[in-house]
């Protein structure tokens, strides 16, 4: 079967860093996306890495291994308006998108 | 204006009631999702349509059904509401073409509280 796994819940400082990380396991791959979701609200587009290596985005940025199925989300400097839930979906052979439950990252003053 | 517009976006009703979601979009996409979102779930796919004539379930299809009236608009109806029905549901649109990633751009989404 198809599976992204990615931590509940994650609890971070202001101002620090805090790295997100999600594994899969597909029917092939054919990109990974992160999308952050506040409370209540629709989920946004953050990145997308479809080959190895990392992305850099201002204060986020995004890494895929294909041969680990690993991907990491990298927050810095991290802002109370960062507190929002983090979804790591990838995109498989026939072009659906697999969703991760979603991270919920708790940011403290 | 949003690209992507549901309506309602909350809505009450009872148990056994036929009701409606809609969704138009702006962007000029053929393809249209549906998800549902619950606590602690992440979302699921409920249908898809990649245009007008092309409908397809996703993994929760059974209790819904959809409509594509045009390539802008996408319906989803619940037949017969149940309380486990109740979850946020989101709208989506995306498109392939002309090198594009992929990426979804969702609607706000509708609310749906099922007693």
């Known amino acids: 079967g198809q599976n992204i796994d990615q931590p509940t819940e994650m609890t971070a400082t202001e101002g620090a860093i805090v790295q997100i990380n999600c594994t899969y396991q597909?029917?092939?791959?054919?990109?990974l996306f992160w999308y952050q979701q506040h409370a209540g609200e629709a989920p946004t587009f953050l990145s997308y890495?479809?080959l190895d290596g990392l992305e850099e985005k201002g204060r986020f940025s995004s890494f895929l291994s294909r041969s680990k199925g690993y991907s990491y989300l990298l927050l810095k400097e991290l802002q109370m308006k960062d507190s929002a839930s983090y979804l790591c979906a990838v995109l498989d052979s026939n072009y659906q998108l697999i969703w991760g439950a979603g991270t919920k990252l708790i940011i403290k003053p | 204006d949003a690209d992507v517009t549901q309506t309602p976006r909350n809505r009450i009703t009872k148990t056994g009631k036929r009701i409606m979601l809609e969704c138009s979009q702006t962007k000029g996409h053929d393809r249209m999702y549906w998800y549902r979102q619950d606590p602690g779930l992440g979302l699921r796919l409920i249908y898809y349509?990649?245009?007008?004539?092309?409908?397809n379930k996703g993994e929760i299809s059974d209790g819904y059904s959809v409509s594509r009236q045009a390539q802008a608009k996408f319906s989803l109806s619940l037949e017969s509401a149940i309380p486990n029905q109740t979850a946020l549901y989101f709208c989506?649109?995306?498109?392939?073409?002309?090198?594009?990633?992929?990426?979804?751009?969702f609607g706000e989404g509708s609310r749906l509280t099922v007693l």
């Open positions: 890495n479809v």
């Open positions: 349509s990649f245009d007008v004539k092309d409908i």
């Open positions: 989506a649109t995306s498109d392939l073409t002309g090198g594009d990633t992929g990426e979804l751009f």
């Open positions: 597909t029917s092939g791959f054919n990109g």
